[in-house]
């Protein structure tokens, strides 16, 4: 059928066609059947949705099609309903835990990205990795098909490192004094990062604080060769887009399967031409890795998954047994952050997980010698040197190089928690930290969060602070509140931790 556009000024969080009841009744069209708008050369595809204030010879478009297509009002295109993608079967049949070969993995990554598969589907296949997983030659086609249905980028510097961390750990503001630190020792370093996904502020939130995060390739190449990094968000460039919107049902169902973890990780190295990679896996109690076993296995993958791809990965496992730093959540964390560069000291967590990683990829790099990495990224921290170059990524991305900590505006309704009991912190909880500045509206509302004032083993006497809520409204800060109690995020004992009588 051939229809009038009428662009809808609304957003539906999905590729909709509004459609007449009447005329899509005469159609044999249903709701949330696949059509395709074809107008000349374009073509897009929408989910149909019937409506009645839509006339009959027209079509509405919603402004989410509009990002894909630039339609005009009252352009003519015709409306073709399409059956149901091959790739259905083959998500069907990792349903039923079967292997997928290399050209079903690269049918279906294709139908995610060119929009032929509704979110009903994505969401089947994402449940069915987390069910049924993937083996390393599923991974690596899958890696491999995000990669190439995206952009791809070449730097004219070599060599080009990365690092990232699979994340899991409150406050993890560490890369965000990996990548001065590295870069200013003369290494190239173009890190691309996730917004949050189940966490209360990814590093792209974070960095957004301070400068912008979303640029074009053709602007990070001119960064990065101009000063050898960049801070950005992944998400703003077409690199393994497939990734992005398969996240959306991760987020949804608050699962993030193995392989497909794998796959979104190594796709946008792979993308963004990543030689040397270095992997973050932080392991404890109440990250997405909770034992020493299942890091060293999931290193052993990304290992493999590297030599398939050509790169040289090597992985760190760090401490994730509670939050690094005192602050989550965007603001708080780009206060902490930037007043490390700025002196060169922190917390020992942050300043530890930091040198640690960054001399690493120092001597990966080749610009340290072997075992020294750590002495050298920690000299280049102190010295400013790290500080300096932070100031340019911030005003290459187009902020204030000349920001101060106290100049960031942190949530200004605030609660402070305290210990109900004298004696020892021996747990926090990493989940219900993340939970409760989610509650106070992290990492949507920059300035939500909370500070920490005590670390596990630390002494604690009755009625001494343990952690102040920071929230932009009253509402959220009663809704972290509530959690908080419910939760009980700081566990504190005496040294006797149970007694036993006489039976």
Not at 95 to 115: P, S
């Amino acid at each position: 059928m051939k229809a009038k556009v009428k662009l809808l000024d609304l957003h539906s969080g999905r590729y909709s066609v509004f459609i007449n009841e009447e005329e899509a009744k005469k159609a044999g069209l249903h709701p949330d059947d696949l059509v395709k708008l074809e107008a000349g050369k374009k073509s897009v595809y929408g989910s149909v949705v019937l409506s009645s204030l839509i006339n009959v010879g027209e079509m509405g478009v919603s402004r989410d099609i509009l990002k894909l297509h630039n339609f005009s009002e009252g352009e003519v295109v015709s409306v073709i309903p399409t059956g149901t993608p091959e790739s259905v079967r083959y998500i069907k049949k990792k349903m039923h835990g079967e292997k997928l070969r290399k050209v079903e993995i690269e049918a279906i990554i294709k139908d995610i990205v060119d929009r032929k598969l509704r979110d009903i589907e994505i969401s089947s296949f994402v449940t069915s990795l987390e069910i049924n997983g993937l083996d390393m030659d599923e991974i690596a086609a899958l890696t491999i098909a995000m990669a190439e249905t995206g952009d791809m980028l070449d730097i004219d510097r070599k060599p080009i490192m990365d690092v990232h961390s699979i994340g899991g750990v409150p406050g993890n503001k560490t890369n965000i004094l990996v990548v001065p630190i590295v870069a200013a020792s003369g290494l190239t370093i173009p890190k691309t990062s996730s917004r949050a996904i189940t966490s209360a502020a990814g590093t792209a939130d974070v960095v957004e604080v301070f400068a912008d995060v979303s640029f074009s390739l053709d602007e990070i190449k001119r960064i990065v060769e101009k000063i050898g990094a960049c801070l950005v968000w992944g998400g703003a460039l077409n690199l393994a887009p497939a990734d992005d919107i398969t996240i959306k049902s991760e987020r949804a169902l608050s699962i993030d399967p193995t392989g497909l973890m794998l796959a979104s990780i190594m796709s946008k190295k792979y993308a963004m031409g990543s030689q040397y990679v270095l992997i973050d896996i932080p392991a404890g109690r109440g990250v997405k890795v909770e034992s020493l076993e299942e890091a060293r296995s999931l290193s052993r993958d990304f290992i493999e998954l590297g030599k398939r791809l050509g790169q040289y990965v090597e992985v760190a496992v760090t401490y994730g047994g509670q939050p690094i730093g005192h602050t989550v959540g965007p603001a708080l964390e780009a206060r902490e952050a930037l007043k490390a560069l700025m002196t060169g000291q922190g917390p020992g967590s942050l300043i530890e997980k930091a040198t640690g990683l960054a001399g690493i990829l120092l001597e990966m790099g080749g610009v340290a010698p072997q075992g020294m990495g750590k002495k050298m990224a920690k000299e280049i921290l102190e010295s400013g040197k790290a500080y300096e170059k932070m100031r340019e990524i911030i005003e290459e991305q187009g902020g204030d190089p000349n920001i101060k900590p106290e100049d960031i505006q942190v949530g200004d309704k605030t609660y402070t928690f305290a210990a109900p009991t004298s004696g020892y912190v021996t747990g926090i909880d990493n989940r219900a930290i993340t939970g409760i500045a989610r509650a106070a509206g992290a990492p949507e509302d920059k300035g939500a969060g909370l500070e920490l004032y005590v670390k596990v083993g630390e002494k604690i006497k009755e009625g001494e602070p343990l952690f102040t809520v920071h929230a932009e409204t009253e509402a959220k800060l009663d809704q972290a509140i509530v959690f908080a109690r419910r939760a009980e995020p700081i566990r504190i004992e005496g040294m006797v931790l149970q007694r036993i009588g006489n039976i």
